[in-house]
């Protein structure tokens, strides 16, 4: 039983930064992989980023390489996107889950998926 919930969504400016955190609890004894995905709307949901538990591995889509940076602090049992130069096409929703099985960059192998918080770009 594992329980995930995102927050820190908000509205910002093109441009701007801002800084997402994806709170996990349960039994994460295992040390999940943790992935961001974002949705917009009439949109499927797309990998983002992913960090394995030891944060010795860090995996991005190419449209936000150098741009965003995936962190966790087990100790909190938190895991953070910080996004940077954010664009309007950057606006959707923002989900996290733990990888369960298979590649890291596909939705399709996580599961204990989050609520979501929105992010909007303004231009």
């Known amino acids: 039983q594992v329980h995930v919930v995102e927050s820190g969504g908000r509205l910002v400016q093109a441009g701007g930064s801002l800084r997402l955190s994806c709170l996990v609890s349960?039994?994460?004894?295992?040390?999940?992989?943790m992935g961001w995905f974002r949705q917009a709307p009439g949109n499927e949901r797309v990998f983002i980023a992913a960090?394995?538990?030891?944060?010795?591995?860090?995996y991005y889509a190419d449209s936000v390489k150098g741009r965003f940076t995936i962190s966790r602090d087990n100790a909190r049992s938190t895991v953070y996107l910080q996004m940077s130069r954010l664009k309007p096409e950057d606006t959707a929703v923002y989900y996290c889950?733990?990888?369960?099985?298979?590649?890291?960059?596909?939705?399709?192998?996580?599961?204990?998926w989050g609520q979501g918080t929105q992010v909007t770009v303004s231009s």
């Open positions: 889950a733990a990888l369960i099985s298979g590649s890291p960059y596909s939705p399709t192998g996580y599961g204990y």
């Open positions: 349960g039994r994460t004894s295992s040390g999940y992989t």
């Open positions: 960090i394995n538990w030891s944060a010795e591995s860090t």
